[in-house]
Each structure stands twice: as C-alpha cells, then as structure tokens.
T-cell receptor, first 115, second 112 residues
Framework: EAGVTQFPSHSVIEKGQTVTLRCDPI?????LYWYRRVMGKEIKFLLH????????ESGMPNNRFLAERTGGTYSTLKVQPAELEDSGVYFC?????????????FGPGTRLTVL | AQSVSQHNHHVILSEAASLELGCNYS??????LFWYVQYPGQHLQLLLK??????LVKGIKGFEAEFIKSKFSFNLRKPSVQWSDTAEYFC??????????FGAGTRLFVKA
C-alpha cells in the first residue's frame, strides 16, 4: 500500500512568488492534515480536512495560505504571496475513521525556502 | 492555549544506556497522547499512543510511556537503547478534536 506522498520535495522561491504544495493521502483515508515545522521548532498544526470539508483551519497563519481538497482525495496548499517567514518543512498526514486518537500517517514533507 | 513541552532538545547516550524523554502538556481535560519518531531519512511514524485504560502503554521497538495525569506528563522510556534508536522524538497531544499539538522534538544520538 502506498503511503502519503508529497510534491515537490523541495521548493526554493523568491519573496512575493506563489508556491503550491501537493499531498496525496493514503487511499481511503478521509482525514487529511497539514502541518508546518519551522527549523528546530515544534510541528505546528495548520488545518484538518474530512473528505473535502475543512473541519479546523485554526492553525492557518493568515490569508496568504489557501488549502483545498477537491473531491476528497489529494490536497493542495498554496502560499501567495510567499514571505520569508513561510520557510520551513510542510508535512501532510492522513488518518482513517472518526477517532481523534487514530494514527496519523505522515508524508516525507516539502521543504520550502523563501529567499 | 494548549502546549506540549519536551524538556531536552538533544540527548546523547551510549548503547545499552536507559532512556527517559520528558513530555509535559498543558490542558486540564481529557487528552489523547502520542509519541512519534522520525528516523534519519524517514517519515514521522507513530511509536505509541494513549487514549484510555492502562496509563502505561507499550509501543514498538521496546519503547513504553507512562501517562501521569496529576503531573500532566507522558514520559517516554526504553531500558536499553541501541544505535538504531538514533532519531528525533516528538510528543503530541490532542484534546478530543483532531487538532494535534506537537512538542519541539528531542534529538537522540546513540553512540555505538
């Protein structure tokens, strides 16, 4: 069974540009999460989808970030325009079922560098 | 706001030494608690979790953790570490919803 995949693995952009990150969850997982880790700090929750619906986007930093999950399969996270402080590793995770304690399966992350 | 505190950012041990990584959280209600691990070059993966029942939980690779509600703690332990335990360890909590709060991680280096 394929795990969670993310694309690209690395992205280097200039301040003011736009970047779109993609996450493909494990097939059949209704729950999809985005997280961000700024170097050396905690892994910070950004948002949670159930199928195509945003259940909790309380962690989204500001309106420069837009997450979508059309059709309840893969998800994209767009940053527009990117700022220096957006640099970090963006993780996606997915889980099955309705229990919050179910294991989340993580992707390898996308390392975003904003210059 | 809920938070998770991991006391040590870096730990260096020799093989066969015992390990205890501290984790404290700030939330007074019911919690689900997790330890995740990221081995070099690999994805984050679940080591163990607590959501109810016996507060001493056992995970993969000989790890265990004890939930002490009165201390808001969920420390990770292993009696004898191996070189292959070199990794970064994250404590995490969720409080009923799906939002999971992670600590800053502890990098463990085990000397062969």
């Amino acid at each position: 069974e394929a795990g969670v995949t993310q694309f690209p693995s690395h992205s280097v952009i200039e301040k003011g540009q736009t970047v779109t990150l993609r996450c493909d969850p494990i097939s059949g997982h209704d729950n999809l999460y985005w997280y961000r880790r700024v170097m050396g700090k905690e892994i910070k929750f950004l948002l949670h989808f159930v199928k195509e619906s945003k259940q909790d986007e309380s962690g989204m930093p500001n309106n420069r970030f837009l997450a979508e999950r059309t059709g309840g399969t893969y998800s994209t996270l767009k940053v527009q325009p990117a700022e220096l402080e957006d640099s970090g590793v963006y993780f996606c995770a997915s889980s099955q079922g309705l229990a919050a304690y179910n294991e989340q399966f993580f992707g390898p992350g996308t390392r975003l560098t904003v210059l | 706001a809920q938070s998770v505190s991991q006391h040590n950012h870096h730990v260096i041990l020799s093989e066969a030494a015992s390990l205890e990584l501290g984790c404290n959280y700030s939330y007074g209600g019911t919690v689900n608690l997790f330890w995740y691990v990221q081995y070099p070059g690999q994805h984050l993966q679940l080591l163990l979790k607590y959501f109810s029942g016996d507060p001493l939980v056992k995970g993969i690779k000989g790890f265990e953790a004890e939930f002490i509600k009165s201390k808001f703690s969920f420390n990770l332990r292993k009696p004898s570490v191996q070189w292959s335990d070199t990794a970064e360890y994250f404590c995490a909590v969720n409080t009923g919803g799906f939002k999971t709060i992670f600590g800053a991680g502890t990098r463990l280096f085990v000397k062969a």
